[in-house]
Nanobody, 122 residues
């Protein structure tokens, strides 16, 4: 069983910073990509940032220049450094990982963390 555990969420003032962490554990052969999603009340879940196994990254337009995604391969962990936070960034942030659990597995399966609340308010 694969588990993703997030940490680092909380309350911060506009213009402040937070760093989210997500560690994958369990039976894992390979992690091909790790991503951060977020969902605000009344909105659909949206992709915030993705980091692939070759260190390519992709960001939503709303966070470009403010957020940075990175991976620690040895720790099977993905980080999201969030700077210059805005009230619009308030949401539950979810970690996602595309993982194979066996060497013979062809396609990845998606795994999700339980979410961590980020609130940006003065």
């Amino acid at each position: 069983q694969v588990q993703l555990v997030e940490s680092g969420g909380g309350l911060v003032q506009p213009g402040g910073s937070l760093r989210l962490s997500c560690a994958a554990s369990g039976t894992i052969f390979s992690i091909y990509a790790m991503s951060w999603y977020r969902q605000a009340p009344g909105k659909q879940r949206e992709l915030v940032a993705t980091a692939t196994s070759d260190d390519r990254t992709n960001y939503a337009d709303s966070v470009k220049g403010r957020f940075t995604i990175s991976r620690d391969y040895a720790k099977a962990t993905v980080y999201l450094q969030m700077d210059s936070l805005k009230p619009e960034d308030t949401a539950v942030y979810y970690c996602n990982a595309q993982i194979t659990t066996k060497a013979i597995q062809i396609w990845t399966d998606d795994y999700w963390g339980q979410g961590t609340q980020v609130t940006v308010s003065s």
